[in-house]
């Protein structure tokens, strides 16, 4: 499908404490003794919004251990990369980021799996109001198994029964949205109307997961609904993505998977009655910004030097569903695994691809996976980075980029300040935000009431 003429990548960061790559709160130049505090996240916001990206995101977990005592082991003898994932509770921290920007997206994530709809409907509407308009819900479905233990269950959650529930969750959040419709307050000091209470609904949802009668407590966001971004790239996660979201974070490394996925999404989009120009499609990329390339490489090297192997071994189990590796030499191949973990398995199979694919030793599959997390790895000047940017961008393999800076606040600062004028230069981002609210900076409409139609 051909772009329209006003079409232009959109920027968002996904803020990971001190830096995305396994070993960056190593780096001398991390916030990772920052991390618990305001002004280190500020710090970044406010770069953000300094090179005109569309929005900050977090992600979240509501665990520290996966579940398994080896992996609580690990953490407690310092052989497990926990510290990037140690942030703060996002919605609480955005508000707090809210009253500190004035033009950036806030999205944080939370989950379908054990949150509940009311809860979450209400914060996130609370938050858009607080922003003016800039809230954004993440949908996760959760893939770490230990959450169940600290949600009263016994055991996590089984990967279709996650979807299902979220398919029924994200339904009952968007009605709650629109329980009070817009101008329901009429706050009429001379007639002494407080509320036009023919714009008071229940939302009376009986079904499979939920009982919700409503109204939600908040009146309707400012967007109408938050925006609402979905990251699941298995089929169910697709199935939801299509039918929901606004925006879809992906995790692919080449130009080729990017491509396929953006088309499948787009179709997928189509099939639903949607315009596939309203689903934004963005995938992770992990930028090591250097003004030449051997600086970028030599930036690299230090990183990767920094990786501790028992840490390296230590995350690719994770994400392989804490399939054992002790036996197997690290610079031997990657065994045959036959289980998929009920975690992440879109994660577990892009691991696996990858290093069958790249005949990867061990080693070599956690090395790579330490600096990108299975996003895309762009290495190089600012040139350099801007033509591979650009080239995902008019080859439609994209409509923006989440960033995963590898160290922060230094990688983020460099690609603030070296690659995102060059990105101006070309016209293909944003120099100036539009005015309005989040949808209207990035193209969306407002939805219209559901309880309307």
């Not at 499948?264 to 390339?293: N, S």
């Given at each position: 499908m051909a772009r329209r003429p006003d079409d232009r990548l959109k920027l968002a960061i996904l803020i990971n404490a001190s830096g995305s790559h396994v070993a960056g709160w190593r780096h001398p130049e991390s916030g990772t003794q920052d991390v618990g505090r305001l002004a280190h996240y500020a710090r970044i916001a406010k770069k953000a919004e300094e090179g005109k990206f569309d929005i900050i995101f977090f992600a979240d977990s509501s665990a520290l251990y996966d579940g398994t005592p080896e992996h609580q082991a690990r953490v407690l003898k310092g052989l497990e990369a926990t510290e990037p994932k140690r942030h703060l509770e996002p919605f609480t921290l955005l508000s707090a980021l809210s009253t500190l920007t004035e033009d950036i997206g806030l999205v944080g994530s939370a989950t379908t799996t054990y949150e509940e709809p009311f809860h979450v409907a209400r914060v996130l509407a609370s938050l858009d109001h607080l922003s003016e308009g800039r809230a954004g819900w993440n949908l996760i479905t959760s893939a770490n198994p230990a959450e169940a233990q600290n949600f009263s269950r016994d055991q996590h959650v089984a990967h279709a029964d996650r979807y299902d529930r979220a398919e029924e969750f994200v339904d009952v959040v968007c009605?709650?949205?629109?329980?009070?419709?817009?101008?329901?307050?009429?706050?009429?000091?001379?007639?002494?109307?407080?509320?036009?209470?023919?714009?008071?609904?229940?939302?009376?949802?009986?079904?499979?997961?939920?009982?919700?009668?409503?109204?939600?407590?908040?009146?309707?966001?400012?967007?109408?609904?938050?925006?609402?971004?979905?990251?699941?790239?298995?089929?169910?996660?697709?199935?939801?993505?299509?039918?929901?979201?606004?925006?879809?974070?992906?995790?692919?490394?080449?130009?080729?998977?990017?491509?396929?996925?953006?088309?499948?999404?787009?179709?997928?989009?189509?099939?639903?009655?949607?315009?596939?120009?309203?689903?934004?499609?963005?995938?992770?990329?992990?930028?090591?910004?250097?003004?030449?390339?051997?600086?970028?490489?030599?930036?690299?090297?230090?990183?990767?030097?920094?990786?501790?192997?028992?840490?390296?071994?230590?995350?690719?189990?994770?994400?392989?569903?804490?399939?054992?590796?002790?036996?197997?030499?690290?610079?031997?191949?990657?065994?045959?695994?036959?289980?998929?973990?009920?975690?992440?398995?879109?994660?577990?199979?892009?691991?696996?691809?990858?290093?069958?694919?790249?005949?990867y030793t061990i080693r070599q599959t956690y090395e790579s996976i330490a600096s990108a997390s299975g996003h895309g790895l762009i290495m190089g000047s600012p040139e350099e980075i801007a033509d591979h940017m650009e080239l995902w961008?008019?080859?439609?393999?994209?409509?923006?980029?989440?960033?995963?800076?590898?160290?922060?606040?230094?990688?983020?600062?460099?690609?603030?300040?070296?690659?995102?004028?060059?990105?101006?230069?070309?016209?293909?981002?944003?120099?100036?935000?539009?005015?309005?609210?989040?949808?209207?900076?990035?193209?969306?409409?407002?939805?219209?009431?559901?309880?309307?139609?």
């Open positions: 009605g709650l949205w629109d329980t009070l419709d817009d101008g329901v307050f009429v706050r009429n000091r001379e007639t002494g109307q407080y509320a036009d209470l023919s714009k008071v609904r229940t939302l009376d949802r009986q079904g499979k997961h939920f009982s919700v009668r409503g109204p939600l407590n908040v009146v309707r966001p400012p967007q109408g609904h938050p925006i609402i971004a979905q990251a699941g790239s298995s089929e169910p996660g697709r199935k939801l993505a299509a039918r929901t979201a606004d925006m879809v974070f992906t995790a692919q490394r080449s130009l080729d998977s990017a491509k396929a996925f953006y088309a499948d999404i787009k179709q997928r989009v189509i099939a639903e009655g949607r315009d596939p120009d309203q689903v934004l499609v963005v995938p992770g990329i992990v930028p090591f910004v250097g003004r030449t390339k051997e600086e970028a490489e030599a930036f690299h090297r230090e990183l990767q030097d920094l990786i501790v192997p028992e840490v390296g071994l230590a995350l690719l189990i994770e994400l392989l569903g804490e399939f054992d590796l002790s036996a197997y030499p690290l610079d031997g191949p990657l065994p045959p695994i036959d289980a998929i973990p009920e975690g992440s398995k879109s994660r577990f199979e892009l691991v696996t691809k990858l290093a069958r694919a790249n005949n961008f008019r080859e439609e393999a994209c409509d923006g980029f989440n960033l995963l800076p590898p160290v922060t606040p230094k990688a983020f600062d460099d690609f603030v300040d070296l690659v995102v004028p060059e990105l101006q230069r070309r016209g293909i981002v944003q120099s100036e935000y539009r005015p309005g609210t989040l949808r209207d900076k990035l193209g969306l409409p407002r939805p219209v009431n559901s309880l309307l139609k």
